[in-house]
């Protein structure tokens, strides 16, 4: 599904994210987060390039690293790794303190 930008009347295709950051007044303009967030804003390439922050504000622009677009193979097996350990059922948890078990030297 693409996401377009989130500006009146804009039908274009987003490509970057923009993030306020409140207490640091900060607008933070990155690359396009991997799902619609609240409280974020998809921005077209013309609107990413136009956007300004209130008056005090100050701007950080996030270039996307262009190396990063595809995910590498450690990447890829850390994604399996992760969804075979969720798939694997729960481990019992004991309701108290382990048994304990005499053991004799003799034996």
Do not use: N
């Amino acid at each position: 599904m693409v996401r377009r930008c989130t500006r009146s009347a804009c039908s274009m295709q987003a490509v970057a994210t923009l993030t306020y950051v409140y207490a640091d007044q900060t607008a933070v303009l990155g690359p396009l987060s991997t799902s619609a967030e609240p409280h974020t804003y998809d921005l077209c390439v013309e609107h990413s390039q136009r956007m300004s922050a209130p008056q005090g504000w100050s701007v950080l622009r996030l270039a996307p690293d262009p190396e990063a677009g595809a995910p590498s193979r450690d990447d890829l097996l850390a994604l399996a790794d992760a969804v075979r350990e969720a798939g694997r059922p729960a481990q019992p948890v004991p309701d108290g303190p382990p048994a304990l078990r005499l053991v004799r030297p003799d034996s």
